[in-house]
């Protein structure tokens, strides 16, 4: 099992329409949680972090941690053509470790 | 404040070459950790560097070393290249490399590396 997973997509959904992008993580004292977003040819930028159960909401985005059945999703609202990249779910163990690992990310390609 | 730069931004080597990639962190980030990232995969860890020292090490070999300044600037240097390590080679600082930091990272746009 891999440490951080990822549906590798592409998830395609229509503008307007919420993506909801998720991520699944194996170490259960995993500590923090953090969404990039990566444009083709380009650097991750980070966009959200988590840390305590529940939602966290940052303008169009939700991020919803539930660490007892161990996953992270990221909810987008009102998708537009320009939110279409990759986006890499990282998880940070706890025990110390301060290093994130990331998924494989997640295609989403927001049509007209 | 500046962000995180790194030079060069493209870069060609034979096989069994040796190279050094560059990284400066953002203004007031003291860790740096470099990643590589092959095509249509997420980042792999290679190393953290914190106060000049390594403070975390992934599945690597030891022909991938690097150092970190005074100035919290680092460099990642391969030796003996081989075609597998064509790949995007990310620098990202945070602000803290202690336990239990949350900060996530600020990442440079990257070194695109070709093997050949």
């Known amino acids: 099992q891999k440490e951080v997973e990822q549906n590798s997509g592409p998830l395609s959904v229509p503008e307007g329409a919420i993506a909801s992008l998720n991520c699944t993580y194996s170490?259960?004292?995993?500590?923090?949680f953090f969404w990039y977003r990566q444009y083709s040819g380009k650097s991750p930028e980070l966009i959200m972090s988590?840390?305590?159960?529940g939602d966290k909401e940052d303008g169009r985005f939700t991020a919803q941690l539930n660490k007892a059945s161990q996953y992270v999703s990221l909810l987008i609202r009102d998708s537009q053509p320009s939110d279409s990249a990759t986006y890499l779910c990282?998880?940070?163990?706890?025990?110390?470790?301060?290093?994130?690992?990331f998924g494989r990310g997640t295609s989403l390609i927001v049509h007209p | 404040e500046t962000g995180v730069t790194q030079s060069p931004t493209h870069l060609i080597k034979t096989r069994g070459q040796q190279v050094t990639l560059r990284c400066s962190s953002q203004?007031?980030?003291?860790?740096v950790s470099w990643y590589q990232q092959a095509l249509g995969q997420g980042p792999q860890f290679i190393f953290q560097y914190y106060r000049e020292e390594e403070n975390g090490r992934g599945n690597f070999p030891p022909r991938f070393s690097g150092l970190q300044f005074p100035n919290y600037s680092s460099e990642l240097n391969v030796n003996a290249l081989e075609l597998d390590d064509s790949a995007l080679y990310l620098c990202a600082s945070s602000p803290l490399g202690t336990q239990g930091s949350n900060y996530g990272y600020t990442f440079g746009s990257g070194t695109r590396l070709t093997v050949v």
């Open positions: 203004s007031g980030h003291n860790t």
């Open positions: 990282a998880v940070k163990k706890g025990g110390g470790s301060y290093i994130p690992t």
């Open positions: 988590i840390y305590s159960n």
């Open positions: 170490d259960r004292g995993s500590q923090s």
